[in-house]
């Protein structure tokens, strides 16, 4: 029989734990993962000094940072939190005693808490690093000379760095090794022609860096006619490479192209693929005149593939410019917003963007999508919406999970309200509205390995301006049981599993026994708290993460046998021989495995299998101890001791 334990001390444990049990009913099936999007939370405001968003970024391992704008004593400077689990840690201002912002803050995270943050002023560009977690930002350092701009950075999963910047006319370049505390500055421009009008407003640089520690750098540059392109250099570390691509397209789907602007670019772990995306000027199909276009450019090696348009439309075109999110194996996916107010998603799989769908509407406001892409293939999109006239913006979100085994990626999830509408989306402890999201502020998404994700925003009110961030939180991996299926000798066994994948905070595990709560860890190990009946069980582990949200295992049979064999020896003689008649029986569950006989007599011992035999021995003359054990499947063993005395001798039969 077994008795339920008792439960955790801990409110909050227990009335989380409660809760994840009651949402996940248990079966014999283990349950996939899913998870919630949940509501923008306040970092910084309501106050009229909060600006605008400069940058958001998670590394894989799911800490990241997040840069704004903030005005202080009149001038606008750069503010940043760092986020763990899809929060805030605290606020902090990282220019401290430099002029007001020019351009950026701009940040870029690595796994195990590097950290980089970007930004220019009137002295040059500037960049402070924090090297590990525990660590504290280092003093900033300037990579830029006075009247540089437009900063735009990216670390690798292991750390390695690079960051570009515009400046007179050209664009720049640095790079951070992997335990390197400072960029070393290219000494040459980046630009494949520096006669030429590089990186500048619409032609502002970009760059992304790959698993093997090598980046790709992507910017626009002025041509003859007032003619732009989009062009591409890879960084190989301390020096760039010595070529320069051309990433404009000269026709798409067999119409003349032209100008090309707002470059953007992601790269896979293996360097040698990347995608270009940039919005160009297009040949309509009705008519001589042409429309921007948003058009993404996959990389092999040093050359690029046919253009691919992801706007849908080819006579409408494209408002504003695309985002790219790739994960390290080449999958991902791109927003835009076509012309006439359609949120647009393309997914990439396989290095090839599928066909544009519409997954929302502008409704009148500037969508301004953009999305984020997993390594386990989950993907998540966010825009601006005005749903309908004369309504304030929103913010909405939909969830993408595909699978590379199946044949075309399945829809996007329902769309989800990340902002709150108007009124009713309260500070509870301020006990004010944090009012309505501004487009102008900016929007960022991003991923971690896993899916989980940060979208970051902000809101105004009445009251002033916050900075937002809303999560998709996974729910956690299902674990896993590990614990032999085989008969356990043990009324309180130690039971194990393999742990859940979750990188926002601590797992709590609950371990439920013929559908009953026996124990609660935070561990991957626990033994019942209450001794269990012989026999067979059914057990399962749930994973509940910080928010409530869980998982469990698939139940898996636990065998109980500790109760030992039954054993009887009877002793009798036939002339020169000894009898032993022997008999065990279990009483557990398990089954008798064999019986073993040491005659005391110095004669090899003897082994049967099965519960009954009759052994026939000849002792020599004199004192002998007999010793009868008998073993159940579970290791159980019962041990039956007899002295004997014999007058005669002989040998066994």
């Not at 309908?388 to 913010?395: A, D, N, W």
């Not at 991923?447 to 809303?470: C, I, K, N, P, Y």
């Amino acid at each position: 029989m077994f008795v339920r334990s008792i439960p955790s001390t801990a409110a909050r444990a227990a009335a989380i734990v409660t809760a994840a049990l009651a949402a996940c009913a248990v079966s014999a099936g283990a349950q996939a993962p899913s998870g919630a999007f949940r509501q923008g939370v306040g970092v910084d405001g309501p106050s009229a000094n909060v600006g605008v968003l400069g940058g958001l970024d998670l590394a894989r391992d799911g800490d990241g940072l997040v840069a704004w704008v903030r005005t202080e004593g009149g001038e606008d400077h750069a503010s940043v939190a760092l986020l763990r689990a899809g929060a805030s840690r605290g606020v902090f201002r990282i220019d401290a005693g430099q002029p007001a912002l020019t351009a950026g803050p701009v940040v870029a995270a690595g796994n195990g808490g590097r950290m980089v943050v970007a930004w220019a002023n009137a002295l040059g560009v500037f960049a402070a690093l924090r090297p590990a977690e525990g660590a504290v930002f280092g003093a900033p350092q300037r990579v830029g000379a006075p009247g540089a701009g437009a900063p735009a950075i990216d670390l690798s999963p292991a750390g390695v760095g690079y960051l570009v910047w515009a400046q007179g006319g050209d664009v720049r370049g640095a790079y951070l090794p992997r335990t390197g505390t400072a960029f070393s500055v290219y000494p040459a421009p980046l630009d494949a022609d520096p006669a030429r009008e590089a990186g500048a407003a619409a032609l502002r640089p970009r760059v992304a860096t790959s698993a093997d520690g090598i980046g790709l750098a992507v910017w626009g540059e002025a041509l003859d006619g007032g003619m732009t392109r989009v062009v591409a250099r890879r960084l190989v570390r301390g020096a760039p490479s010595a070529r320069v691509v051309d990433a404009t397209a000269a026709t798409v789907q067999g119409r003349t192209a032209g100008a090309a602007e707002l470059p953007e670019v992601a790269i896979e772990d293996d360097s040698s693929y990347a995608c270009v995306g940039m919005r160009q000027q297009v040949q309509r199909v009705a008519g001589p005149d042409s429309v921007p276009r948003a058009l993404l450019r996959h990389l092999r090696g040093s050359a690029f593939e046919a253009p691919v348009a992801v706007d849908g439309d080819p006579d409408a075109g494209a408002t504003g410019g695309l985002r790219l999110a790739l994960n390290g194996r080449g999958q991902g996916l791109v927003t835009a917003e076509g012309a006439v107010g359609a949120v647009l998603a393309s997914i990439i799989r396989d290095d090839v963007p599928g066909a544009a769908v519409t997954i929302g509407a502008a409704g009148g406001a500037g969508a301004l999508p953009a999305g984020g892409f997993a390594e386990n293939y989950d993907g998540v999109t966010a825009w601006f919406t005005t749903p309908s006239p004369g309504l304030q913006s929103e913010v909405q979100a939909r969830l993408l999970q595909d699978d590379p085994a199946l044949a075309q990626a399945p829809p996007f999830g329902a769309p989800a309200l990340l902002s709150g509408r108007a009124g009713a989306f309260d500070d509870p402890l301020a006990g004010i509205s944090l009012g309505t999201p501004d487009p102008l502020g900016g929007l960022e998404v991003r991923t971690d390995r896993t899916g989980d994700a940060v979208v970051a925003f902000v809101q105004e009110s009445a009251a002033g301006r916050t900075l937002m961030l809303a999560t998709y939180d996974r729910a956690p991996g299902v674990p896993a049981g590990t614990t032999t299926t085989f008969w356990r000798p043990r009324r309180r066994p130690l039971l194990t599993w393999q742990p859940s994948t979750e990188l926002w905070g601590a797992v709590t595990y609950t371990v439920l026994i013929d559908g009953v709560p026996a124990a609660t860890t935070t561990g991957t190990s626990v033994a019942p708290s209450v001794a269990l009946a012989d026999g067979l069980h059914r057990w399962q582990v749930v994973a509940t993460d910080i928010r409530g949200q869980a998982t469990r295992s698939a139940t898996r049979n636990l065998r109980i046998d500790a109760t030992p064999p039954q054993l009887t020896v009877r002793v009798s003689r036939r002339l020169a021989e000894t009898v032993l008649r022997l008999r065990a029986l279990d009483r557990g569950g398990s089954k008798i495995t064999t019986m073993r006989v040491d005659f005391g007599d110095g004669s090899p011992p003897l082994v049967v299998e099965g519960g009954r035999a009759t052994v026939r021995h000849v002792f020599g003359p004199g004192r002998h101890r007999l010793r009868v054990s008998a073993r159940d499947g579970a290791g159980n063993a019962t041990v039956v001791s007899r002295t004997l005395r014999t007058p005669t001798g002989a040998t066994i039969r």
